[in-house]
C-alpha cells in the first residue's frame, strides 16, 4: 500500500502563486509516474500534471506554461509550482500515484482545496 498525503493548498488572488507537495509513503517501490488532477464543483476530475521516473511530464493544455510539475524521487514526493492563476483554477487537487504492477496499481491523496478569488 502507498500513501499519499498533499499540502499547499490555500486561498489566493488571481495572479498569485501556490505550491503543492505530494508525499508518498509506506510500498513506494516501483512508484512509475507521480502527478496531479483536479476537479472543480460540477466537473469531472481532470488532468493537470503528471511526471514519470525518468522525469517525463504530461502537463494539461489549460495550464501549460503557468504550472510546474516537479520530482524527488530520494523523498518520494512530487510538487506543483502553480503561478499566475486564474478563478478557473479553483478545484480541489488530488495527487496520484501509479505504481508498476500487473494490472498496474493508482493510489490517491485525499485532496486539497485550491481557492483562486478574482
Known amino acids: 500500500q502507498v500513501q499519499l498525503v498533499e499540502s499547499g493548498g490555500g486561498l489566493v488572488q488571481a495572479g498569485g502563486s501556490l505550491r503543492l507537495s505530494c508525499a508518498a509513503s509506506?510500498?513506494?517501490?516501483?512508484?512509475?509516474?507521480m502527478g496531479w488532477y483536479r476537479q472543480a464543483p460540477g466537473k469531472q476530475r481532470e488532468l493537470v500534471a503528471i511526471?514519470?521516473?525518468?522525469?517525463?511530464?504530461n502537463i494539461a493544455e489549460s495550464v501549460k506554461g503557468r504550472f510546474t510539475i516537479s520530482r524527488d524521487s530520494a523523498k518520494n514526493a512530487v510538487y506543483l509550482q502553480m503561478d499566475s492563476l486564474k478563478p478557473e483554477d479553483t478545484a480541489v487537487y488530488y495527487c496520484?500515484?501509479?505504481?508498476?504492477?500487473?494490472?498496474?496499481?493508482?493510489?490517491w491523496g485525499q485532496g486539497t482545496q485550491v481557492t483562486v478569488s478574482s
Open positions: 511526471i514519470t521516473v525518468g522525469g517525463s511530464t
Open positions: 496520484r500515484a501509479v505504481q508498476v504492477r500487473v494490472p498496474p496499481q493508482e493510489y
Open positions: 509506506g510500498s513506494t517501490l516501483r512508484i512509475n509516474s
